[in-house]
């Protein structure tokens, strides 16, 4: 496997894999699929089917990601946003369901309270043995705030720095309770050796929490941390305080830059970058053939609503980006007199912008079409490339491990979570269900190249992840001044 003419060397271990659960889709017409599932009543079944299959391809975990807020507006874009079941009870609810999943809930440190996130993030770590993790969202959306009270979104240092006494005061109850406190020594009437419980004591400018926590130490020590997002203040925080980093590069060389620079910083906070892991988002689109999975993404692409011509007006109340003015703009040409479905002419594109010409490339990757060619590009293709931006990567099972394995050799990134475009409803064939597919073509392409296990070798989420263990603080304490 080779990059820029490179020989790309051998890495040790595997791809980190988790699935990304929307369940009404990641694309924004993905529940319009004949078939797919679009009514989040029926969520819990769907949730169970998920959970299942990715664990039985041997996934490290499920994640959940969060939004505080919902609106009418989501429709179009995030319909997964607008009615879900809330992290921490969704991964209650699968702890039961499964065996060996890690479960990744999201949480906001500018909205919850460090001891709730504490407690439950504990409980269900002890429900699950050990599977637990935590996924810090800083929280920047004026309409989530206003559900909490808050007139104002507070400033990206204040959030930040609020972020880092909410993990350090969650790792400091996490180590209230020492190993062995609980003795149960019937004969002396002692249950607990109290030397071995610890308060917290924690005052900072944003938090504080006296502790100890009533929850037994998590059997992860600490479950896993993640924080997500790429700017300088997201890698600073994740350098300091999180066992993972989930961020969206944009390009191959941006995340291969992303991952020098964030493990440098991780180094320089005194930390073993061993520790420390980088995942990114992806939405693959599978099929047995390349060609089949072309198939799928034009479908797809039919799916998205957009103005059926120039200049109209938006009768769904589409969202801006989506209409031909935009289009026109993007790709530095008028479009007044063409239709959606018109073919691009070779002459029109050799007019396009840089940005006109990154989506012409895009509709090619995606969709093997090509200006002038037997497969031509659309306008529709190019707008739906415009305004859906998720990272979408089409083809077949090759193709994607090809993407995954590159990437990871490459040391862009340690691994992925998948989004799935599609979710088949509860009563229907999972034959067009995104997850599905990738479970079974993808997933043992990966571990035919060596990239991915074949079955779990431990029982929890830092096992899965090969973190190593985190010894309580209080026993490190001990141990210095012996
Ligand atoms: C992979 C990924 C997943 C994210 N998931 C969530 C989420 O579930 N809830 C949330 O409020 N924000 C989420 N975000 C948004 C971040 O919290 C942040 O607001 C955004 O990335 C912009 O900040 P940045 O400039 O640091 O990247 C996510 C971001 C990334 C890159």
Known sequence: MTINGQQLPPREGHLVLGATVRTLGAWPSGWRVPGAHGNPADDP????RTALTAEAAGLDFLFFGDWLATAAE???????????IEPFAAVSYLAAVTERIGLVATVSSAHAEPYTTARSSASIDVLSGGRVALCVATGAEARSASNFGW???????DRFAAAGEFIDILRGLWDSWEDGAFIA??????????SKLHPLNYVGAYRAS?????TVRPPQGHPPIAVVGGSVNARRLAARDADL????????????????????????????????????????????TREAAWAIYDELVALVPLPDEPLSDVRLQLPSNRTFRTLASVLGVPLTSVALDDSVPTRVAARFSSLGAQLVEAVRARSGRVVGGERPVTYRHLLV????TAPVLVGSAADVADHFETWFR????????????????VSSETAIDSFEAFATLVVPELQRRGLFRTAYEGSTLRDHLALPAVPNSHLRVQLQTL
């Open 74 to 84: 989501f429709e179009h874009t995030d319909p997964y946003l607008l009615a879900r």
């Open 245 to 288: 980093l989930f961020a969206s590069p944009r390009t191959f060389d941006e995340a291969v830059e992303q991952y020098v620079s964030s493990r440098q910083q991780v180094a320089r906070e005194g930390r073993s970058v061993r520790d420390f892991r980088i995942v990114t988002p992806i939405l693959p689109i599978v099929a047995e």
């Open 185 to 194: 020594d019937a004969a002396s009437g002692r249950l607990i050796d109290g």
């Open 45 to 48: 079944t769907i949730l169970r």
């Open 385 to 388: 490339a415009h305004a859906v």
């Open 410 to 425: 490459a040391r862009a990134v340690d691994g992925f979570t998948v989004l799935s475009a599609v979710t088949s409803a």
């Open 210 to 214: 006296a502790g100890p926590l009533n």
């Open 151 to 157: 007139d104002t979104v507070h400033s990206d240092a």
